[in-house]
């Protein structure tokens, strides 16, 4: 009766189901066989192709000539780092993604709960390997990235049952880094859709902590990011 009520009277029932779904999906793919895991990324790597080809200048223009439904993959040109700097705003799929607005809005660290333009969740690389790389992530994609945090992190047994379990016990996720900021480890957590926050106990840590294990053994996260 617990699990009805917080479905139907708190949830709204179509994208809790959307989110269960989404969960088994992402589960189920990780003990398919090697070929049909390969036709499924196939099959999402060209929906993301066609959607870039429709809505990205840039790689309308990189891509003429080819049919993203059936072009061999090797004749997709690499985009380097500096590629990628330098033709953000054509890259971008949404036209009020601007690189001036996001790195103005990330500046301000008082952004770090706060979405850009009210919708995508921003992050930086730390630009180790290179300049740093802006990610902008909507909320399909955030949505996508809860559902494999919690795939990966199962705990045995039925799937469904244990989502339904996580409604009145929630999913406990450490993430371990070094400070609050526009870094990925932090950036979607930051975001979490107010009615899945109830599936969620998500909890920081520093790395330097002395006592970062003990602290860990006393939260049991089913997972670590």
Not at 60 to 65: E, F, K, S, Y
Not at 110 to 138: E, M, W
Not at 183 to 205: C, K, T, Y
Request: charged share 25%.
């Amino acid at each position: 009766l617990r699990v009805q009520e917080i479905l139907v009277d708190d949830l709204d029932l179509a994208d809790s189901l959307a989110r269960v779904a989404r969960t088994l999906r992402n589960a189920r793919a990780r003990t398919l066989p090697a070929s049909e895991l390969a036709r499924m990324q196939d099959a999402r790597l060209r929906t993301m192709l066609d959607h870039a080809v429709r809505h990205s200048p840039f790689y309308r223009d990189r891509l003429a000539g080819l049919d993203p439904r059936t072009c061999a993959l090797d004749s997709i040109p690499i985009l380097t780092r500096q590629e990628f700097g330098a033709e953000f705003d054509r890259i971008a799929t949404d036209p009020e993604v601007r690189s001036g607005d996001v790195r103005a809005f990330m500046s301000d660290l008082g952004n770090t709960t706060r979405l850009y333009r009210g919708k995508y969740a921003v992050c930086h690389t730390s630009g180790s390997q290179g300049s740093p790389v802006t990610i902008v992530t909507d909320l399909h994609g955030r949505q996508v990235f809860y559902s494999l945090q919690v795939a990966r992190g199962r705990r045995g047994g039925n799937l469904l049952a244990e989502i339904l379990r996580s409604v009145t016990t929630p999913f406990r996720l450490a993430v371990i880094g070094m400070a609050r900021g526009f870094f990925p480890s932090n950036a979607v957590w930051q975001h979490i859709p107010e009615n899945a926050q109830r599936f969620f106990d998500v909890r920081r840590f520093s790395p330097t902590a002395p006592d970062l294990v003990a602290q860990l053994n006393a939260f049991r996260p089913h997972a670590l990011t």
